[in-house]
């Protein structure tokens, strides 16, 4: 009986005990492997009222980018000293263009790397992403993760899947995680772009120190000392093959010490319903 149990939590039939990771909602762990400098996970949310709160709280606040959003209309306003100025700003303000499921998906990730693994963003990506036609570095995760007294330059893919297939099409192929994630691994060039990207966003700040740090150990490791994330957000019950076999594959191809994580983030509203959530903040 031991035995059959066992072999269903790592088909995903059952999950692990349920934990916060320190976040702002609980999940269990439902299968997890590891593979020479790859290691896999899949998370399930179970509380679907939790799960809005976060959406339309932390991860909200992180899509809207509130302090800055907040500066920037507060100055506007200060500026709008007629009425038709005012009646201006208002309508400027309407604007905004409603958010996608994977814009939601993307900011979901980067809240749950924050604060439930270690990683810091010098710059939020939403300020890139919010302008039209912006070149972004090569990559949709870039900062730092912090392990104790270590920091280490953090790059990654996030991708927001509806398909039913296991795994998922956004997986495979030249756009897909595991492509990109091996060539973040590889590509000088890709690198040199991130790391001024980083440089232009870090000098003169709080962040500068963490810069030089993870730049100085990417430099003494021949440039490959980095940690990449691959994140895949579903709305489907776990499963094992949504990610292992993937996973496995790139294993034979990243080459220490570089370092990967996958994790299936598998969620408790449907996807196309995730702007909504969010948009409810206060």
């Known amino acids: 009986m031991l035995a059959t149990a066992t072999r269903n939590a790592a088909r995903g039939a059952i999950c692990a005990v349920r934990g916060d990771l320190g976040l702002g909602f609980g999940v269990t762990t439902c299968f997890s492997g590891t593979a020479s400098q790859v290691i896999w996970q899949g998370q399930r949310v179970l509380d679907a009222t939790e799960f809005d709160e976060y959406l339309s709280s932390t991860v909200a606040s992180r899509l809207e980018d509130t302090e800055q959003g907040k500066d920037f209309e507060a100055d506007m306003r200060a500026l709008a000293s007629t009425g038709v100025a005012t009646d201006t700003l208002e309508d400027l303000l309407q604007t905004e263009p409603a ?166 983030w598998h969620l408790p509203r449907p996807i196309s319903n995730w702007p909504q959530i969010a948009a409810r903040s206060a």
């Open 99 to 264: 958010r996608k499921p994977w814009e939601v998906g993307e900011a979901l990730a980067e809240c749950v790397l924050e604060e439930g693994r270690g990683v810091t963003w010098p710059w939020n990506m939403e300020r890139d992403k919010r302008t039209p036609k912006a070149s972004l570095p090569g990559a949709d995760i870039v900062g730092f993760l912090v392990e104790d007294d270590d920091i280490y330059m953090a790059l990654g893919e996030v991708k927001t899947s509806f398909d039913a297939k296991r795994p998922p099409e956004v997986l495979y192929g030249r756009g897909g995680m595991i492509t990109q994630l091996d060539r973040l691994a590889r590509e000088p060039a890709i690198h040199l772009s991130l790391l001024k990207w980083l440089y232009a966003r870090c000098k003169s700040t709080i962040f500068w120190p963490m810069y030089q740090q993870a730049t100085a150990r990417y430099l003494r490791s021949g440039g490959r000392e980095i940690v990449l994330f691959g994140l895949l957000m579903r709305d489907m019950d776990p499963h094992e093959h949504d990610i292992q076999g993937r996973a496995q594959s790139l294993a034979s191809q990243v080459v220490a010490p570089t370092r990967v994580e996958l994790t299936a």
